[in-house]
Structures are given as structure tokens and as C-alpha cells.
């Protein structure tokens, strides 16, 4: 077992909710898209959330927004491997964020140790890749492609009877995929994909019963900066970090292990706030 496996499994034993910090490699994330493309300024960004506390990072070479086109896996690839081999170096527990097996494949050799995949596994090679690598599998919610995707929370209201039964029963049938391919259930990590094919009312919804997935395994809830909690208060991205904080915190009362977040050091001192009001568990 490498190190940053081991660091992962001590990790989630101890029980708190981890902070997974995102490094965006991309021209066109919604909320920091160019912002971290040349080296000089990813290195700067890796720093910044191994110094606020990260205890994971999420590398993606490919934008999740509404409306993003795919990325082919050679341009994904130029993009993450350096940004992962230097966060490896750094000791750092490394995810890579694609839906390309051919990326997952190279990351993982290059000391990711986690894949997540925003397709909930629309084929089975991510699985596979998981396997292969003794790697963990974060399988997100979602109904297609990001390209196919109505604009921010405009998901149809309509779009689900149940959206928390049905969310569970499709991450549940994801999940049965992935062990088909082999891959250990006890690596699978499940995501409620908030804002991914959702209206805000959807993500609302989902982050309220957000424990109802947590038999399927460990929770990811990544609601930071994301255009559902601008419904009530129009703002653009970068000035939502007081409902990521709330929507951060009410998941992890709902149960969630692992929040994926842009803004690392305010999410730990709202945690331990929290945690010293006695309002989540220490």
C-alpha cells in the first residue's frame, strides 16, 4: 500500500468529514475556469490548498459546466499529469476528476489514488481502471452528458416524481456496475451530483435527506459555489461562499464524509466552529 493509501485509510477511519480541495486545470470551469491553466498558477493554487488544509485534491482537466464540451483525454492529460505528480510529491492524497479511462489510467499511474467520475459510470471502464489500481471510485449522479445539460440549476421541475428515491435508486444501480466490473464495493464513493441535472428545488431537496445515500457508502457532497444556492440571493460564483458554508455544514449533518470545495480554509474554520458549538460531532 502506497503512502497516500494509507494516509487515505487513516483518514477515514478517524471519522471526521475530510476537505477535498479542487484544482481546476481548465479553461472554462464555472467559477474558476483559466484561472489555474499555466503551470506558475496551478503550482500557486496546489500551495494554496495544501497550506489552507486540504486533505484531498481534485484535479479535473475538463469542465463540468452546463453546455461544456468534451475534452479529448491527450489535451485532459497535458493539462493534469503535471499538477498530479507534483501534488504526489507533496504527499498529497490526489483524485483525479474524468470521465476518460484513459486519463483515469495514466493518473493513477502517475499516484492518483482516487477516480471521480461525474457519469455515475455511464460505461464500465472506470470501474475497471479502480480495480486495476486498488484505487477509490467517487461515482457522481447524473443524467447525461455535461454537454447536454440545460443551463445552471434549469433542470425541469417535473424531471423527477421522487428525486431523492430516484437519485438513491440510480446511484444504487451505479454502484451494482462497478462491483460487476470487480471493483471492491468498500472503495465506492457515492455523490448526490448537486446542480448536475437538478433544478435548485432538486438540490435542496437532496442536500436535506442526504443521508438516505449513505448506505450505498461514503458520502461526497460538493455544493460549493454552485448556482443553486444563488436562487434566493442572485450572486455570481465567486461571491457564494456563504451558502457553500451552509450547504457544507448541512451535509455534514446529513452524514456526508468527504465535502469537495473551492474554498478550503473557510470550510475547516466553519467545521471547527461547528464543531465547538457542539453542533457537529467532534
Known amino acids: 500500500m502506497s503512502d497516500s493509501r494509507a494516509d487515505l485509510v487513516r483518514m477515514l477511519a478517524d471519522g471526521r468529514p475530510l476537505i477535498m480541495g479542487i484544482l481546476n486545470v481548465t479553461p472554462d470551469s464555472f467559477s474558476d475556469g483559466g484561472a489555474f491553466l499555466g503551470e506558475a498558477s496551478w503550482r500557486r493554487r496546489l500551495g494554496e490548498l495544501c497550506e489552507e488544509g486540504a486533505d484531498l485534491i481534485d484535479i479535473g482537466g475538463e469542465s463540468t459546466r452546463p453546455g461544456a464540451e468534451p475534452v479529448p483525454p491527450d489535451v485532459q492529460l497535458e493539462r493534469v499529469l503535471g499538477p498530479v505528480r507534483a501534488a504526489v510529491s507533496l504527499g498529497k492524497v490526489v483524485s483525479i476528476d474524468t470521465t476518460s479511462t484513459l486519463v ?13 467520475d461525474v457519469s455515475c459510470l455511464a460505461h464500465g471502464g472506470l470501474a475497471r481502471v479502480a480495480r486495476d489500481f486498488d484505487a477509490w471510485l467517487v461515482l457522481m449522479h447524473s443524467r447525461g452528458a455535461m454537454a447536454a445539460m440545460a443551463g445552471y440549476s434549469a433542470y425541469p421541475e417535473d424531471g423527477y416524481r421522487d ?6 435508486d440510480e446511484l444504487a444501480q451505479a454502484c451494482a456496475r462497478a462491483a460487476a466490473e470487480g471493483l471492491d464495493p ?14 435548485a428545488a432538486h438540490s435542496y431537496a437532496m442536500l436535506r435527506g442526504l443521508a438516505a445515500l449513505r448506505g450505498l457508502g461514503p458520502v461526497v457532497a460538493g455544493a460549493s459555489r454552485k448556482s443553486f444556492l444563488a436562487r434566493d440571493v442572485p450572486a455570481p460564483p465567486l461571491e457564494r461562499i456563504g451558502g457553500s458554508i451552509v450547504a457544507a455544514l448541512a451535509a455534514v449533518r446529513q452524514g456526508a464524509s468527504i465535502l469537495r470545495v473551492h474554498d478550503v480554509r473557510a470550510t475547516r474554520q466553519a467545521l471547527a466552529v461547528a464543531q465547538a458549538l457542539g453542533e457537529l460531532p467532534c
Open 186 to 199: 468498500g472503495k465506492i464513493w457515492v455523490d448526490p451530483g448537486l446542480g448536475f441535472h437538478k433544478s
Open 104 to 116: 483515469a489510467r495514466e493518473a493513477c499511474e502517475a499516484g492518483a489514488v482516487v477516480i471521480n
Open 163 to 168: 428525486v431523492l428515491n430516484e437519485v438513491r
